[in-house]
């Protein structure tokens, strides 16, 4: 006799997964079991519901958007790896990977130095992406360590802008802050733009000052055209993106597109007629 | 289409040739949309959310081998994307999809006003439940996967599908009993 309750296997006796021996045993302890036979007349209920749950139809157009992604300069399709058409090789690229894994535990086992020319943003958008709703805003506004009020010729000097500054990047945003960190030879800018409801911070460094993220998640991503890659900051919207030598991380609690891609686009389109200067 | 699509034309989206990944995308338009709405709870997620996949797939069905059914291979890619458009936003907007969902579901072809909703309160229902035994009832109950499969496409043991399907029907049987005539579950 089986005295265990079965509670655990009501849905797969329920739905025919048991083994035949197992549902034999189920069907038998139900039979002398009160409880267990409440809990599967409730489970029964839920499977009676849970098959009228409905599928969905996809948005009519989504084969147009489905397109547009293919055509956005993506890879080819189906290509085999290279290593299925050279099998040869594999011998060759498996040696390789040892050796660069062994070069790499030695390189990393060595005593290393900070880098001199980073600005890690990591904690200024852990402070971002924490904030509470009605302080988002004010937190994405807000100097990350290091960074001081400037100037703003020196700041838009700094971010490269200085040419095309008279325009705004956003209509109805005004740049209401700029500050400038000093990173060894270089420095980076912070320059933040508001209006009611609405703030935009872009950070820009020259070569050789790059900006890091911590551990965060950074994936490849696409905007007005422009290749930029999405940092991972929940609730925010984190792009970095890179246009002749100037490295550019735009940070805000808005999630419009339209927004984010005018931003980029300034931006980018700035640093490169600033190279043709 | 079968539940699993012809092998003839996996193999012609594997050399590029768009008509046939127009066709598999049709097939699996629909399918792929519903996961990624009951997963994210937002319309707007949901379609780019399919939109990913379907380029995801275009690019990597190169690498389906055909050691597994298509469809596992597929739905785990949604899974993924969802999980990683989850990470990157992490949100769970309430289903907005139910405001529309007679326009949006197919029972709304259905004659029987009652059984259209049932749909739409076991929809709300089940968009209540967390994302770990939310997926497994739509895998079941839209996909019509036996637990092998929803565990193959969660990556987990049968014996956890089984436990959360085990923990949402129990859910759903609380919150909606009223809704179960006598006799109507037929076991």
Known sequence: ?277 | MPRNVDARLIGQCQQGDREGFRALFEAYRDRVYTLAAYFSGDEATAKDVTQEVFVKLFQRIGDFRGNSLFDTWLYRLVMNTCMDERRRSRRFVPLQLLTGVNQMTRESHEQDRMRAEIAGLVQAAVKRLTPKLRLPVVLRYVEELSYEEIAAVLGCSQGTVASRLNRAHRILGRELRHLVAPGATGR
């Open chain 1, 1 to 277: 006799m089986f005295h265990r309750h079965v509670t655990r296997d009501l849905s797969a006796y329920c739905q025919g997964e048991l083994s035949p021996e197992r549902a034999r045993q189920v069907a038998l302890h139900l039979e002398g079991c009160a409880s267990c036979r409440e809990e599967h007349e409730e489970i029964e209920a839920g499977i009676y519901l849970a098959e009228h749950l409905p599928a969905m139809f996809a948005p009519a157009d989504l084969w147009k958007s489905v397109e547009r992604g293919l055509e956005q300069g993506r890879p080819e399709p189906g290509r085999p790896a290279l290593l299925s058409i050279l099998p040869g090789l594999r011998p060759l690229v498996a040696t390789l990977i040892v050796v660069l894994s062994v070069a790499a535990l030695w390189y990393y086992a060595q005593p290393r130095r900070s880098p001199a020319f980073e600005v890690d943003l990591n904690a200024y958008l852990h402070a971002v992406e924490t904030a509470a709703d009605s302080a988002g805003e004010t937190a994405v506004a807000s100097a990350p360590n290091g960074f001081a009020d400037s100037e703003v010729s020196q700041a838009l000097a700094v971010a490269g802008i200085g040419h095309v500054a008279s325009r705004s990047p956003l209509a109805g945003f005004r740049l209401v802050s700029h500050r400038i960190r000093q990173v060894g030879e270089g420095s980076a800018a912070q320059l933040v733009y508001r209006r009611d409801g609405g703030a935009f911070a872009v950070f820009v460094a020259r070569d050789p000052v790059v900006f890091s993220f911590g551990r965060r998640e950074v994936r490849a991503t696409k905007i007005n055209g422009v290749s930029c890659h999405e940092v991972d900051c929940p609730r925010t919207s984190t792009l970095w993106f890179e246009a002749d030598g100037f490295h550019c991380v735009l940070v805000s609690k808005s999630r419009e597109r339209e927004k984010l891609g005018a931003m980029v686009s300034y931006f980018a389109s700035a640093h490169r007629t600033r190279g043709g200067l």
